[in-house]
């Protein structure tokens, strides 16, 4: 979390302009003293994209189907972050997190919690806390994954298929054999993720709403001031014509 709670959501319209929502508060973004004053101050931000060329001979045969005005598909993966501000005192909890189409299926889902480090200048807002945990289940109306339970037991170091399913999310996203960029006690100690991969699922059936439902079981009570977060990873398709530059979200 961190940097990215005080700048919240990126907006991007055709016009090609930049919205930047910024917290109220810098506590998020900070690690000090409890007495200790301090404020950030942004005076320049600078947004760097990469530019293709192509050659003459692809220039023409792309002008010849601009020309047209044909509209061009743009698929992308959308990044969507939900919170739960305060857990329940439970070893059980049932989260129904959103409805999504079709065509807006999670891909990929990421959940971490976190113990009184929402705007507690004195404890890093970037790390998370396992709470515990032993499981953790994703339901997509009656598909659930993964398939088997997780069987977490933090205290005794039994978590290293939390670790592979780490692991696995980055060569599975980037498409690469990718080093993880955590060893395995920095992954419990600060970032212990749930990374539930969902990306191969039964797509024979391609109409109605998707219910988003987490399930998460503790080995004992959630402690106090613990928040939830859930970032889902799904398909987003746009269309856009060139000539009467239009763009039109597919749902």
Not at 217 to 235: K, R, V
Request: proline letters at 5%; hydrophobic letters at 35%; glycine letters at 2%.
């Amino acid at each position: 979390m961190g940097f990215a709670e005080d700048y919240k959501k990126i907006i991007i319209n055709c016009k090609h302009e930049l919205i930047l929502n910024r917290s109220s508060s810098c506590l998020n973004s900070i690690i000090a003293e409890k007495d200790d004053i301090v404020s950030i101050n942004i005076h320049r931000i600078q947004w760097r994209m990469p530019h293709i060329k192509v050659a003459d001979r692809q220039r023409l045969t792309l002008l010849k189907y601009l020309e047209k005005d044909n509209p061009i598909q743009i698929a992308f993966r959308n990044w969507d972050l939900y919170e739960y501000p305060l857990l329940p005192k439970t070893t059980k909890h049932s989260w129904s997190v959103k409805t999504a189409s079709q065509l807006e299926k999670p891909r990929f889902v990421i959940i971490g919690l976190q113990t009184e480090r929402k705007n507690n200048k004195i404890k890093d807002s970037s790390n998370f806390d396992h709470c515990n945990i032993t499981n953790v289940t994703l339901f997509l109306n009656s598909q659930y994954f993964p398939y088997d339970s997780l069987n977490l037991k933090f205290d005794e170091n039994k978590y290293s298929i939390l670790y592979e399913m780490y692991i696995k999310f980055q060569q599975s996203f980037y498409n690469l054999p990718i080093d993880p960029l955590l060893d395995l006690e920095t992954f419990k100690k600060k970032v212990p993720l749930f990374v539930i991969d969902c990306s191969r699922q039964n797509d024979n059936l391609k109409t109605g709403p998707v219910d988003v439902r987490l399930e998460i079981e503790t080995s004992q009570d959630i402690p106090e001031n613990t928040s939830a977060y859930c970032l889902i990873i799904n398909d987003r398709l746009f269309e856009y014509k060139p000539l009467s530059n239009i763009v039109r979200k597919i749902t």
